[in-house]
């Protein structure tokens, strides 16, 4: 398997635009999550599904931020409009099944600018 | 609520020795796993080891073990006979058995680990 893939790898935009992230992750996998890394809060979970069911996401900033899970295959994460503290890098991550170890994508680097 | 705790901004290794990375825990869930990741400068999260808080013995995967000590809340990671390629950020994370985010996982700050030459 190629492991949990996602694009683009870098994102630059500026200010008030539309950003979409995609990921695919590991197939099979139940469970897939959105952490964001910032040097301030280090790693912290934005949302979580399972079985393409949003289950968790008390992590999302605020109502510009939305994420979507339509088939097994295909997660998206949208900010719209973005802001330059949105600037960070976007992990998506996939487990097999609940309490196993969760294998994380490449992340995507957003500049917002 | 769940918090980790790494104390090791930065840590320094000559080559070929053994390194302790400290964590420390604090959760009131009765169940719990912990677990280590290495983010080299490529970014990318490398899963490195797995510990069950009811495992009875500590997990071990090749050149990496797990001081799992529970009574202190402490789950320090090892690594043997460090090598250059083992220069990386590591995160200790926790992940608990609450009901809601049940699989979410929480994140040290890392530590900044160098392996001299």
């Known amino acids: 398997d190629a492991g949990v893939i996602q694009s683009p790898r870098h994102e630059v935009t500026e200010m008030g635009q539309e950003v979409t992230l995609r990921c695919k992750p590991i197939?099979?996998?139940?469970?897939l999550f959105w952490y964001r890394q910032t040097m301030m809060r280090g790693l912290e979970l934005l949302i979580y599904?399972?079985?393409?069911?949003?289950?968790?996401d008390s992590g999302m900033p605020e109502d510009r931020f939305s994420a979507k899970m339509p088939n097994a295959s295909f997660s998206t994460l949208k900010i719209q409009p973005s802001e330059p503290r949105d600037s960070a890098v976007y992990f998506c991550?996939?487990?097999?099944?609940?309490?196993?170890?969760?294998?994380f994508g490449q992340g995507t680097r957003l500049t917002v600018v | 609520a769940q918090k980790i705790t790494q104390t090791q901004p930065g840590m320094f290794v000559q080559e070929k020795e053994a390194v302790t990375l400290d964590c420390t825990y604090d959760?009131?869930?009765?169940?719990?796993?912990l677990f280590w990741y290495k983010q080299p400068s490529s970014g990318e999260m490398i899963f490195l080891i797995y510990?069950?808080?009811?495992?009875?013995q500590n997990a071990t995967e090749g050149r990496y073990s797990l001081n799992f000590q529970k009574a202190r809340k402490s789950a320090n990671l090892v690594i043997s006979a460090s090598q250059l390629g083992d220069s990386a950020m590591y995160f200790c994370?926790?992940?608990?058995?609450?009901?809601?985010?049940?699989?979410?996982?929480?994140f040290g700050q890392g530590t900044r680990l160098t392996i001299n030459p």
């Open positions: 510990q069950g808080s009811y495992d009875q």
């Open positions: 994370a926790m992940r608990g058995a609450l009901i809601q985010g049940a699989q979410k996982l929480v």
């Open positions: 599904f399972n079985n393409n069911v949003p289950i968790d």
């Open positions: 959760t009131s869930d009765p169940s719990y796993g």
């Open positions: 197939s099979g996998h139940d469970y």
């Open positions: 991550a996939t487990q097999l099944a609940a309490n196993t170890e969760a294998f």
